[in-house]
């Protein structure tokens, strides 16, 4: 039983072990021979995949046989294991005294399949899968979504693994163009939150990526934004009358208000102002503004500021 149980018990990096012997428990243990530990002390290796790239490294060791595997899994032991690459192959390394290590090419990794995976080793179809390694898989575990209206804060969280040091940005174009249309750009904090200003630019109703730039690796798209605001509207209101006014928009809530502006960037206003209980419909009393074209109607979030 012994002897049975010796292979699963060998780890570390390949060498010679002593073979000892003893009558009864009793007894003093005495030297038979030597044990050459070998494709279980295949040496560990510690790797990092990042999003969008692929992964190739070798395992190294002894006496590795040709039907010996490898794979990365979340756990060597499983009946059933996650493996979190959608594509792995393995070819053997020569050497002058027999097969020396193992290529292993793994393709990108499955999308939001992040975190801290084995390197398995297998010595023989029928032997037992050991543990000879880590993989870390850094990116985010899920796809975000969120909602940002322009010149007022927005935020979301990014959960994932490995996030540190990254770069959050919101862009027009795809992420890994050559020079994205990047409208907000910030760093995650230390909770992988990302706190911003909606740029002025930042269109009600359109949608925009949100990419991830990591320390190393191009940037990948992790979600959307999408633009909070009522549409482009033009109006037609008596001078001296309550101008019932009814708006249509994404992200529209109690609490929103309309202003009639003095500029076109709704720096400066006149008295008229309505606060919606609905999201949608306002009276704005047009007392103040002169008659005319051409004064532009402002929406505001929730405050008489940010407001385009």
Known sequence: DGLAALGTRLSGEPILRNLM???????????????????AGIVMEKEVAWPGQDLTFDVSGTAILSDSTVFIA?????????????????SMI?????????????????????GRFQICYRHAPAARAV?????????????VTA????????SFGILGFGLTGSIVFVASTNCDAVKPNKLAEVSLNHENNVEFVAPAD?????????????????????????????GNQDLSCILGLPCAVTVSGQGLTAG??????????????????????DGTSYSVNMVEPAPGEGHPVCWCQGSDTGCF
Do not use: H
């Open 21 to 39: 012997w003893r009558a009864d428990e009793n007894a003093q243990y005495v030297q038979i021979g030597t044990v050459q530990t070998a494709g």
């Open 74 to 90: 979340d756990s060597c032991e499983a009946s059933q294991p996650s493996m979190p690459f959608s594509s792995l192959t393995t």
């Open 94 to 114: 020569s050497g002058p005294d027999g097969i020396t290590g193992i290529t292993v090419q793994a393709g990108k990794a499955e999308e939001f399949m992040v």
């Open 131 to 143: 543990d000879r390694g880590e993989v870390d898989i850094n990116g985010p575990e899920q796809r």
């Open 147 to 154: 909602g940002c209206a322009a010149m007022a804060p927005c």
């Open 202 to 230: 930042l269109t009600p109703m359109q949608t925009y990526k949100i990419c991830l730039q990591m320390t190393e690796g191009r940037a990948t798209q992790v979600g959307a934004v999408t633009g909070e605001g009522p």
């Open 256 to 277: 929103n208000i309309l202003r009639v502006g003095k500029n076109d960037e709704c720096e400066e206003w006149f008295a008229a102002r309505a606060e919606t209980a």
